[in-house]
């Protein structure tokens, strides 16, 4: 089956510094991948789609210049957390998906804590 | 514009009960339904989908789901429940199908089996 990849799974980081999560597709090609944020016992909020390429498309309210998405490859998109703040602290999680595939299959996750 | 509600946060049922989670969307055109399952600090894993044609769908570990259009849900049931469905359960509608097709979830329900 289709395996999504997320690094690192957890990372914590001091205010004000940046930190990069990356998300790969193991074993397709991915044309597009999502980027999510899930506060505890919460649900998923959708903060960027990504396609191959192109500039990443981002959800009302979230700040593009806070959180940089890059898709450069096709199995390959990494999210950067610019000058990180406590309140950047939550769980991110990826899904990617292609052409030939029927839905986006999901990364594990990284929790991101900002001390 | 397309929502989910899933009602409650937290059904507790004993090993071998009845499993009953209750999705209701709200969507503009013919909605794409999805069910996924979270273990604590993971992604999301697919439990089933309706897409189109039969209306009850069959999934992963014995979980199944009917699409009633009349009544605008997607209720997930599962006959006997089993420890190892201890977990969190997101119900999300999409507008098509699709990897590249938006997902919008519901707030989770945390689902606790009794010994």
């Known amino acids: 089956g289709a395996v999504v990849s997320q690094h690192p799974s957890w990372v914590i980081c001091k205010s004000g510094t940046s930190v990069k999560i990356e998300c790969r597709s193991l074993d397709f090609q991915a044309t597009t991948m999502f980027w999510y944020r899930q506060f505890p016992k919460q649900s998923l909020m959708l903060m960027a789609t990504?396609?191959?390429?192109?500039?990443?498309?981002?959800e009302q309210g979230v700040e593009k210049d806070k959180f940089l998405i890059n898709h450069a490859s096709l199995t390959l998109s990494t999210l950067t957390v610019t000058s990180a703040h406590p309140e950047d602290s939550s769980f991110y999680i990826c899904s990617a998906g292609g052409f030939m595939n029927t839905e986006a299959f999901f990364g594990q996750g990284t929790r991101l804590t900002v001390v | 514009a397309q929502s989910v509600t899933q009602l409650g946060s937290h059904v507790s049922v004993s090993e071998g009960a009845l499993v009953l989670l209750r999705c209701n969307y709200s969507?503009?055109?013919?909605?794409?339904l999805f069910w996924y399952v979270q273990y604590p600090n993971q992604g999301l894993q697919l439990l089933l989908k309706y897409t189109t044609g039969a209306t009850l769908v069959k999934g992963i570990n014995g979980f199944e789901a009917e699409f009633k259009k009349s009544e605008t849900s997607f209720h997930l049931t599962k006959p006997s429940a089993h420890m190892s469905d201890a977990a969190e359960y997101f119900c999300?509608?999409?507008?098509?199908?699709?990897?590249?097709?938006?997902?919008?979830f519901g707030k989770g329900i945390t689902l606790s089996v009794r010994p």
């Open positions: 990504s396609n191959e390429g192109s500039k990443a498309t981002y």
């Open positions: 999300a509608v999409s507008p098509f199908t699709g990897a590249n097709s938006k997902l919008t």
């Open positions: 969507s503009s055109v013919p909605p794409y």
